[in-house]
């Protein structure tokens, strides 16, 4: 799409949103003023645009309004505009460098060697973001060129991440998918004497890098270097013999340009291409040359590869390619909470952690397990914006995100972690009826009341004799005597009336006759001084009112005075935070 299509394309969504909300007649005045309100960079071309938006506000109006709606239907008009407006009220990104409107790609390239994480989250937001600012392009490309690491499980896991996110990609490949161009690259780059294959050894090879030293094989005559080439190709070589390295600079203050490994001969199966292929490019040639083919604009990538930006164009520079912009941002993982492959891989296959989506993990599917909605995910990242300042953030700055959109929408229900027995001697029995929110329309339960209900030992052992405190939402209770039978504590009480007394402590509550088993899961920071802390998962049998029965998987509450949740299946949740 073009720059004038586009912009003709966002005019007439917001006169067809307009026209809906007026009964079928856009009004002139208000588009305009909609159109800067939401597209600040066109307001220096508003008054050429006026013509282009009367004829479309003209066209809009003579349709029928069943049409509008189908019109606005097929063009996403609310879902669109609303994402705009919200855009323009939220933190954003700065501008690209060289950027222009319709032009943009960006890419977003995981290796499926795991499940996507906070940190992928950070640079798939980014690279959307940025692809829609301008109205461009996100390509999601696979980088599965390491078959030793890379399952067909993780390639749909980090598909159904990004789908949890919102990001919707424009088109998505697989590097493995151009491997037959990668290699044609590869060859061209040795035929050229900007690469040649190495057979020396890898400790040998590291040494000489160490030290600077270049290696014998650069200086093998134009023939060896062919044949070399050849017998790399035809399966001459095992795997470990040889590698093509790039022919840098063994001296260079830069170690990533001393003759860097670009491709390696891997014999194992390839969840895309079987064993039909043995010659693997390493992310240091991938990277680049697929960038290049893709039309990628603005490659954005972490700080850690900050050194092979040399690499990268030099690679391209020698293919004769044409050299995107490069960008880089910190990496982001929480305290506690580390996002290294080589640390959570042997929790995950050692049986420590429940799997990939354990509540305690950095995963994308442990973190919708938990109860982050993914909003919050984007508002948090957006907040920190592109820096190379080292991100590293407790949990909790994501979590004041998350409270502000679990606030509208989760039940509040009452939940007993350690359940002590309360006798009423002079109760009021019946039902009650109890809102299921404060303030948000959620609508109301009725809750059975009896003369027995129970309250949190941690409440009933702050409680002294005469002591008077208020059952939330029922009546006020005062303590007569604390009494053991059987070795099982009990309290009797009176009730003292449903005045309202500030100075009164309150206590969530549940009724015996309105009571089911429920167990709560509460994870806890997965990594202590960098070691795996085995009491990280926190698990309390309680009891709750049964009206938690009546909710779906997957619902969000607010347990009173404990904390949001997320049910998991009947009679468990995961602690989210509070």
Not at 261 to 278: E, M, N, Q, V, Y
Not at 340 to 360: F, H, I, M, N, T
Not at 386 to 398: G, R
Not at 411 to 425: A, M, S, T
Request: charged fraction near 30%; glycine fraction near 6%; proline fraction near 6%.
């Amino acid at each position: 799409m073009s720059s004038d299509e586009a912009i003709q394309q966002i005019i007439k969504k917001i006169v067809l949103r307009n026209a809906i909300e007026y009964g079928g007649g856009a009004k002139y005045d208000v588009v305009i003023s909609k159109v800067v309100g939401l597209r600040p960079d066109l307001r220096p071309m508003i008054k050429e645009l006026i013509p282009l938006i009367k004829k479309i506000v003209d066209d809009v109006n003579s349709l029928d309004f069943p049409d509008q709606e189908k019109m606005a239907s097929k063009l996403l008009v609310f879902q669109d505009v609303d994402k705009a407006a919200k855009r323009k009220e939220e933190p954003s990104l700065p501008p690209l460098q060289g950027a222009r409107v319709g032009e943009v790609v960006t890419r977003f390239p995981p290796e499926p060697n795991g499940y996507p994480h906070i940190g992928h989250a950070k640079a798939a937001i980014i690279d959307q973001e940025y692809a829609r600012m301008y109205e461009g392009k996100l390509i999601l490309r696979f980088d599965d060129t390491n078959p030793l690491n890379e399952q067909l499980e993780f390639y749909d896991a980090i598909k159904e991440g990004l789908e949890w996110l919102g990001i919707i990609p424009d088109l998505i490949k697989n590097t493995s998918d151009d491997i037959k161009i990668l290699h044609s690259y590869g060859r061209r780059l040795v035929t050229k004497e900007d690469a040649y294959v190495c057979t020396c050894k890898s400790d040998e090879i590291h040494s000489m890098r160490a030290k600077g030293v270049d290696c014998p094989c650069r200086t093998l005559d134009s023939n060896d270097h062919l044949e070399r080439l050849e017998k790399f190709f035809d399966g001459s070589f095992e795997q470990n013999e040889a590698i093509i390295r790039f022919r840098g600079n063994m001296s260079d203050l830069n170690t990533a340009m001393r003759d860097p490994t670009l491709f390696r001969i891997i014999d194992a199966d390839h969840p895309k291409l079987g064993r039909s292929i043995r010659v693997f490019p390493t992310y240091d040639f991938a990277a680049p040359v697929e960038d290049s083919l893709d039309g990628v604009t603005h490659a954005m990538r972490t700080k850690e590869y900050e050194l092979r930006n040399a690499l990268y164009f030099s690679v391209l520079r020698s293919l004769c390619l044409r050299q995107p912009t490069l960008l880089e941002f910190s990496r982001l993982e929480f305290e506690g909470m580390p996002v290294s492959k080589r640390k959570l891989k042997p929790l995950v296959e050692g049986g420590l952690v429940s799997g990939w989506d354990d509540p305690r993990l950095p995963t994308l599917a442990a973190l919708k397990k938990r109860g982050v909605l993914p909003e919050a995910i984007h508002k948090f990242i957006l907040s920190l914006g592109i820096s190379l300042a080292d991100t590293k953030p407790p949990f909790e700055s994501l979590e004041a995100y998350n409270r502000k959109l679990l606030d509208k929408i989760s039940l509040r229900l009452y939940f007993v972690k350690h359940p002590v027995e309360v006798r009423i001697g002079n109760p009021i029995l019946g039902k009650i009826e109890l809102k299921n929110h404060p303030t948000a329309q959620l609508g109301t339960r009725n809750v059975q009341i009896s003369d027995r209900v129970y309250i949190d030992r941690a409440d009933a052992d702050r409680l002294a004799s005469g002591q008077e405190i208020r059952l939330m939402e029922m009546y006020n209770i005062q303590l007569e005597e604390k009494i053991q039978e059987n070795g099982i504590d009990h309290l009797r009480v009176i009730n003292t009336g449903q005045e309202i007394k500030t100075s009164l402590p309150k206590v969530q509550w549940v009724s015996n006759d309105d009571m089911v088993p429920f167990t709560v899961i509460v994870p806890d920071k997965l990594f202590i001084n960098g070691e795996f802390s085995k009491d990280s998962l926190h698990t309390y049998n309680g009891i709750a009112e049964s009206y938690v029965s009546k909710l779906q998987p997957g619902s969000h509450i607010q347990l009173v005075r404990f904390g949001f949740c997320r049910l998991q299946t009947n009679g468990v949740a995961i602690y989210t935070h509070g």
